[in-house]
């Protein structure tokens, strides 16, 4: 461009930066800010704010903050677009800081500064901005704004503020509810468990577009409804052309319910009937659809099959079939090849240790966790949240930091009790490596493993929830890894024992707990 003595201005700077922010690409983004720079570009006010977003996106906070210290004029975009970095990489707390310095602010910031605060479980604080924003700063929510907070509950499991935003959004849009609105509607409600509630508002729409199925159907995947998904498929067809995140939702939701010959159907037609090639998430899902149902031989023909190299998710999928179908010999073959792939995943380096823990061979399972802690390589422990009274609760294995904890351990010990005497008997096999350095669990005798199981982040926040909500209420629990097979096992005994509706969001899908029965019927 300069070879052809075209003049370059402040705009052209902007699209390099918002190129090199798309892109991730942190050094091309470093050399256009020394261009910028050298070019006298330092006072434009839109450069500046490009260059700032792209530092943001590529999580260089601290030039971000010296480029904004050294501008001579700001702008609300320049404090907005430094704001939303700071909630990004440094926290709320001092994003609140910065907030409460701002001279001017816009629609943006405070939708930046409320998500926060609801993505950090602080219910009360974010429905504070709420009052502040609408009622004595006199903005009001747009589209953009109303599906920002949408998102935000989504993420953290806040129907609560989740529904404020419905009725918001219905008493205060003449017309009908912008579709993108509705849509991160269906999202949001299906990601906080209440599916039924994603499904009416799915239902009452005039006009839906693919990501709107596709948010329903990945919603009804999550709750393990494969059957509802299939019976979707062909109304959804008809109204719009299904795409690559379709099938993903198609082939999850198989999976999920053990629906292999539909899951195998669908899979086979992508190309033929859909026209659509094979992604990295449909096989991942097919591999996990057959090897959980134990087809371990034709997922592996699949992946050897592949158009595109395997990543860690197929792998990993095929890895937990082994697993589950204690097939030791594979899974060693597997986890070499994983191990060299990804060093640091303990995803992985953990199930392998279960499965030489459950074939007996304790030697080799604790030899794993040595290698790993001489490496410095620990798992992320596991957390339990629970929303109640508009605060978040979270819990972790053997938690005793919460102000209740002396009543949350006496319900632990009448639980464990009552349960036991309906048919409850601890699984000490599962979840062997717990990443802690507190002494070796493998040296423990079975009283110590069972009240080490009993103190699980699930189980701390199940109790929790029975003794701070009222009797017959549903629970609804999120967990931030997978829900282990002896508390799936505990809890469903807890709903029949205490008459209690209990859904737990753990990172793969919802298990529904009513009645002594699971949603998963034990197929997750």
Partial sequence: MRKSDVSIDEYTMVVVFLASAKMGCEQFGIQGHGCMVKMGFSSSIKACNAVMDMYVKCGLIDKTRRIFSEMGEKSVVSWTVVLGGVVKWEGFENARLLFDKMPERNEVAWT????????????????????????????ELNFVTLSSLLSACAQSGNVLVGKWVHMYALKMIEHEIDIVVATTLINMYAKCGRIDDAFRVFLVMPRRNVITWNAMLSGLAM?????MVLDLVGPMIREVNPDDVTFTAILSACSHSGLVDQGRH???????????????????????LLGRAGYLEEAESIIRGMT???????????????SVHKNLELGECLIKELVQMYPDNTEYHVLLSN?????????????????????????VPGISSIYVG?????????????????????MLDEMIRKIRLAGYAPDTACQK????????????????????????????????GLISTQAGMPIYIFKNLRICQDCHSAVKIVSKVYNREIVIRDRNRFHRFKLGSGSCFDYW
């Fill in 112 to 139: 930046v500064m409320i998500a926060a605060y609801i993505e950090n479980g602080l219910t009360k604080e974010a429905f504070g901005l709420l009052r502040e924003m609408l009622f004595e700063s006199g903005f």
């Fill in 390 to 410: 508009g605060q978040i609760h979270s819990f972790s294995a053997g938690d005793k930091l919460h102000l209740q904890s002396q009543e949350i351990y006496m």
């Fill in 355 to 379: 499965m030489y823990s459950l074939a007996g061979k304790n030697d080799k399972a604790n030899s794993i966790r040595v290698v790993l802690r001489s490496r410095g390589v620990r798992k």
């Fill in 308 to 322: 595109i190299p395997p990543n860690e998710v197929v792998l990993g999928s095929l890895l937990g079939s082994f």
């Fill in 266 to 288: 669908f899979f086979y037609s992508l190309e033929s009937t859909y026209g659509i090639k094979p992604s990295i998430e449909h096989y991942s899902c097919v591999v996990d």
């Fill in 223 to 227: 709750q393990g409804k494969g059957d």
């Fill in 433 to 464: 490596f717990s990443g802690s350095n507190d002494g070796d669990y493998y040296g423990y005798g079975q009283e110590e493993k069972e009240q080490a199981l009993f103190s699980h982040s699930e189980k701390l926040a199940v109790c929790f």
